[in-house]
């Protein structure tokens, strides 16, 4: 695969080499084909605000769009998580200045809708409808992105905090708390969460905050495992074929009393599956590709009185200031999850780095300015 985006690659531009009123932006060509290209400077419209971005990321979503998996159209920018600091602001957007710097969720719920004002910000305007960047509108890996429906999505970045420090709130935390919190932890419940990726160690974490005894951290790569310990997996197992009957074993016969799926797989769909208790919760992150079979022996036949919810990352301001708050009282770390950082005139290599799941890679962020 790597190979064969590398004959399709696109010449690329150089930072700094874009012609005044112009910037660099990261263009999806179709399957296999993306590169920097010159766009306009966008302007803010009314409700939006333009913000130069400083650091972005390279999202597992991203390389799916690269390989055709998930449509996008042709010419969009790609890109979903970001800190930049505010360069033009929209008519109508209040309480913000040119300069400040500011983290945008993922997902930019407009705040005012239905699903919205129901709860359902990530649904915003119709299903999936609140993810916009990178996926419906030019998304960040560029050196300017416009968020939409700005008042509901610029949080500010304290002082205090790196850009680091709070670059993947903006997706992968969000989600990967998200499936502990869809999934109602008690304190004293026992979790297990099958694969320790970046959301599925996110998860991981979330369940420890959330007050969970046991944490059974699953995943085929050691490193990762090793890492999940960091997150606060108090258990980690090596995936193969003993899996569930281990995490039976580990909780006394009964299953845990939620199982975090984070992958997107039929199998550790299953296994999660197979891990519960009679009522337990699947909660699951996975985006999953053709159809997802429910066997009936793990649901008791349709009796188990088990719950599967789904979560979609979500976003606004609210979320993001919230979220910050857990990194600025110590709660959290999220900066071992960053493995490397690459200018924006090198993004096909952290692509290649990123895709190729090489050099013990996690995280790519992408340092724009
Ligand atoms: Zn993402
Ligand atoms: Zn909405």
């Known amino acids: 695969m790597l190979q064969q985006l590398e004959e399709h ?64 159209k042709d010419g969009l920018t790609i890109g979903h998580e970001m800190v930049g600091v505010i360069h033009e602001l929209g008519a109508g957007v209040e309480g913000y200045a040119v300069g400040q710097r500011v983290l945008s969720g993922a997902i930019t719920p407009c705040g005012q809708c239905e699903p919205c004002l129901g709860g359902d910000k990530s649904q915003c305007g119709g299903p999936l409808g609140g993810w916009k960047l990178g996926n419906t509108l030019d998304g960040t890996q560029a050196e300017y992105v416009v968020i939409p429906h700005a008042q509901a999505n610029l949080a500010l970045v304290p002082d205090d905090l790196a850009d680091e420090d709070v670059l993947l709130l903006a997706d992968i935390a969000s989600t990967g708390f998200s499936a502990a919190e869809r999934g109602h932890i008690r304190l004293g419940d026992t979790v297990a969460v099958f694969a320790q990726g970046p959301i599925g160690l996110c998860a991981t974490l979330g369940a420890r905050l959330m007050g969970a005894s046991a944490i059974i951290a699953v995943d085929n790569d050691p490193n990762r495992l090793h890492m999940a310990e960091q997150f606060g997996a108090t258990t980690t197992l090596l995936a193969g074929p003993g899996t569930v009957a281990r995490i039976l074993e580990i909780t006394g016969g009964r299953g845990v009393d939620l199982a975090i799926e984070a992958l997107g797989t039929q199998e550790t769909f299953e296994n999660a599956l197979r891990s519960l208790r009679p009522g337990g919760t699947l909660s699951s ?58 200018s924006l005139r090198d993004i096909a290599r952290a692509y290649d780095l990123f895709a190729s799941r090489t050099d013990g890679v996690l995280k790519v962020a992408i340092r724009v300015s």
């Open 285 to 342: 992150l996975g985006v999953y590709s053709g159809h997802l079979k429910m066997p009936l022996d793990a649901i008791g036949a349709g009796l188990a009185d088990q719950t599967v919810v789904t979560t979609l990352c979500p976003g606004g301001k609210e979320r993001m200031t919230r979220l910050m708050r857990l990194v600025a009282a110590g709660r959290i770390n999220l900066r071992p999850l960053l493995t490397h950082v690459f």
């Open 9 to 72: 690659k696109i010449p690329q531009l150089k930072p700094g080499a874009a012609r005044p009123g112009t910037m660099l932006a990261n263009v999806f060509r179709g399957p296999g084909r993306c590169g920097l290209e010159e766009k306009p400077i966008p302007a803010a419209g009314p409700g939006e605000a333009v913000v130069k971005v400083r650091l972005t990321t390279i999202c597992g979503t991203d390389v799916h769009i690269l390989r055709g998996e998930y449509p996008v």
